[in-house]
Nanobody, 127 residues
Framework: QVQLVESGGGLVQAGGSLRLSCAAS????????MGWFRQAPEEEREFVAA????????HYADSVKGRFTIDRDNAENTVYLQMTSLKPEDTAVYYC????????????????????WGQGTQVTVSS
């Protein structure tokens, strides 16, 4: 499995921006589709965004479409989540995850698609 470490979380005012990073190690990063999920207190973990192993395909939850952008740098073994126009309802622990889908263009969006998870980074948006 691939090991994942998120960073970049913090406290931001509504309307602000944050960029999350997820550094991967242990396996060939470019073989894995990647995803971001989030979990608010007393809520289930939910899908946020995903990107294929090649970076050519992306997919977003409706709640973040147009505000968040996922991208990756396979040379740096890192996936990013650029978050803009943040809202208080975006407050959650954000997790990155890796999925071995055996494809350059497929993305995953179900929890069960992903086999490796990071420890999470807290994002808090104040109103």
């Amino acid at each position: 499995q691939v090991q994942l470490v998120e960073s970049g979380g913090g406290l931001v005012q509504a309307g602000g921006s944050l960029r999350l990073s997820c550094a991967a190690s242990g396996r060939t990063f470019s073989n894995y589709a990647m995803g971001w999920f989030r979990q608010a207190p007393e809520e289930e973990r939910e899908f946020v965004a995903a990107i294929s192993s090649s970076g050519g395909t992306t997919h977003y939850a409706d709640s973040v479409k147009g505000r968040f952008t996922i991208d990756r740098d396979n040379a740096e073994n890192t996936v990013y989540l650029q978050m803009t126009s943040l809202k208080p309802e975006d407050t959650a622990v954000y997790y990155c995850a890796a999925a071995d889908l055996g494809s350059d263009y497929l993305v995953g969006y179900l929890l069960s698609d992903f086999s490796s998870w990071g420890q999470g980074t807290q994002v808090t948006v104040s109103s």
